[in-house]
T-cell receptor, first 115, second 112 residues
Framework: GAGVSQSPRYKVAKRGQDVALRCDPI?????LFWYQQALGQGPEFLTY????????KSGLPSDRFFAERPEGSVSTLKIQRTQQEDSAVYLC?????????????FGPGTRLTVL | GQQLNQSPQSMFIQEGEDVSMNCTSS?????WLWYKQDPGEGPVLLIALYKAGELTSNGRLTAQFGITRKDSFLNISASIPSDVGIYFC????????????FGKGTHLIIQP
């Protein structure tokens, strides 16, 4: 597609539920990033993929967070046993492989609310 | 996590005024990016800066990459109502294999 798409746009979960958030990057973009944006804050980096390889997961806040990109295109961010502090907007971004062009293009985000 | 120091936090201006906001960091960045985020949407890229000292324009927007590589500013000339939103600076320390470090945002409000 023309831009990064994410689904669902909104997700309400009860505390303890597992959730899965999907990201479709821009066609041909090799790099894919996940960010977490708390209310009133800037996005914070969670994890990075180059093709199917997860090269950096240093930003994942706990082992309840897991991301995958098995075929190097669509990515899923999974949160197990959700907690109230997981409530945030989860943003996906993609970029070209060429390291001279570092622009990351963002999707609309998934707003997760944990009750 | 680490965030850039972005100021001001919010700006209340009249339509037609010029706007200036900036970001500073204690760390060196190799790339500076400026994004605008509207409510319920993801950040949209406005300007990308790749070289220290670089000055780049995009319509009414002008941004500069500081010589020390630790700061950047964004100017908006002759503001219009659709400029309302939250503006974020973001930095990259390495090449493409890098998560962005964001500022906390500048909330631009245009008074009637």
């Amino acid at each position: 597609g023309a831009g990064v798409s994410q689904s669902p746009r909104y997700k309400v979960a009860k505390r303890g539920q597992d959730v899965a958030l999907r990201c479709d990057p821009i066609s041909g973009h090799v790099s894919l990033f996940w960010y977490q944006q708390a209310l009133g804050q800037g996005p914070e980096f969670l994890t990075y993929f180059q093709n199917e390889a997860q090269l950096d997961k240093s930003g994942l806040p706990s082992d309840r967070f897991f991301a995958e990109r098995p075929e190097g295109s669509v990515s899923t961010l999974k949160i197990q046993r959700t907690q109230q502090e997981d409530s945030a907007v989860y943003l996906c971004a993609s970029s070209r492989r060429d390291s001279s062009y570092n622009e990351q293009f963002f999707g609309p985000g998934t707003r997760l609310t944990v009750l | 996590g680490q965030q850039l120091n972005q100021s001001p936090q919010s700006m209340f201006i009249q339509e037609g005024e010029d706007v200036s906001m900036n970001c500073t960091s204690s760390s060196i960045f190799n790339t500076w990016l400026w994004y605008k985020q509207d409510p319920g949407e993801g950040p949209v890229l406005l300007i990308a800066l790749y070289k220290a000292g670089e000055l780049t324009s995009n319509g009414r927007l002008t941004a500069q990459f500081g010589i020390t590589r630790k700061d950047s500013f964004l100017n908006i000339s002759a503001s219009i109502p659709s400029d309302v939103g939250i503006y974020f600076c973001a930095g990259l320390t390495r090449g493409g294999a890098d998560g962005l470090t964001f500022g906390k945002g500048t909330h631009l409000i245009i008074q009637p």
